[in-house]
């Protein structure tokens, strides 16, 4: 999986690469399911608190379980790559080829020169 700041450690979008593969197995989100459902169904609370109202925990659940079920939709490798958030989904058996293929590519095209300075993280 790949989630939030992990997936900038893994050389995410944010890094510019010339190539983003995924596996069909592979999780990609802005967090995990289970933290967002935490987070979204605390806003929603204190939401609720400011008008005086409360959520029963009937409907805080189904409100965590339905967020969980679209983190774990939308992360899902085949949605993922139908968004055009990476490059292509490859058979795991294939990786060193793609790979390959993949540097070869990189090496042959020219390097433009970085539009910022030394990154530190």
């Known amino acids: 999986g790949s989630f ?6 893994m050389a995410g979008r944010a890094y510019d690469p010339r190539f983003i593969f995924t596996w069909p197995n592979s999780q990609i989100s802005v967090m995990g399911g289970e933290q967002a459902a ?23 659940l189904a409100f965590r379980q339905k967020i969980e079920a679209e983190y774990l939709e939308q ?8 968004e055009l958030w990476d490059d292509g989904v490859i058979d795991p058996l294939d990786t ?7 540097i070869s590519a990189s ?5 433009e020169k970085a539009g910022y300075g030394v990154m530190r993280i």
């Open 96 to 102: 060193r080829n793609v790979l390959g293929m993949a």
């Open 107 to 111: 090496l042959n095209a020219p390097f």
């Open 4 to 9: 939030g700041a992990g997936n900038y450690a």
């Open 38 to 60: 935490k987070t979204l169904l605390q806003i929603r609370m204190k939401s609720f608190q400011r008008k005086g109202e409360s959520l029963s925990e009937v409907d805080q």
């Open 75 to 82: 992360g899902n490798a085949y949605y993922a790559t139908s």
